[in-house]
């Protein structure tokens, strides 16, 4: 299943556990203890120890990076944080890195207008999802519609993309918040 969350517009960028985002996750996602969450492209790490929080020691994060001094940064993060639940994954421009059917849910967060070849990492995101898993993109609009790449994707352009590997759409929601 594809949710396409906050393909409309938004202010703010970075992520905020505390914030009104993090409540709509919980939601969208049916975030429970137990789970298992892959944080695709997941930065600086924000989302990904919120989501670590919310599954509990019972649940797993995956936490995806390409740059090595990201994966670094990402692995001190979730030692500091006492985090235990939380596993690194180096990811490839046209590959996850994540192990097949581990995931309940995996989340990309203003990240799918940064990949370079969508349809294997789309492959690759339905082989790492469970039977009923969901898989969310959260992104911007490009400033002009037409117009992919580093300011943004069009919805559409990712619905069609991800329906493509596989998936089907679920819900598009165009008042993401954050």
Known sequence: ALLCAG??????FGFQAGGPEMSRLRQVLALK?????????????????????EVGSS???????IDAARLARLREAASRAG?????????????????????DAIVLRRVYHHLTDPSS????LLQSLRPGGVLVVIDLPPPFAWLR???GVPAQAVIAEVK???FELVRLIGDWPG
């Open 83 to 103: 985090l235990g639940n939380v596993t690194v994954v180096e990811a490839q421009s046209g590959e996850t890195g994540l192990p097949p059917g581990c995931c």
């Open 59 to 65: 649940g797993r994060v995956f936490s995806t990076e």
């Open 121 to 124: 990492i789309n492959a690759s």
């Open 33 to 53: 203890e137990g789970m298992v969450i892959a944080d695709v492209g997941a930065g600086k790490g924000q989302l990904t120890l919120a989501l670590a929080r």
């Open 164 to 166: 493509a590997s596989g």
């Open 7 to 12: 393909c409309g517009s938004w202010s703010g």
């Open 149 to 151: 790449g580093s300011l």
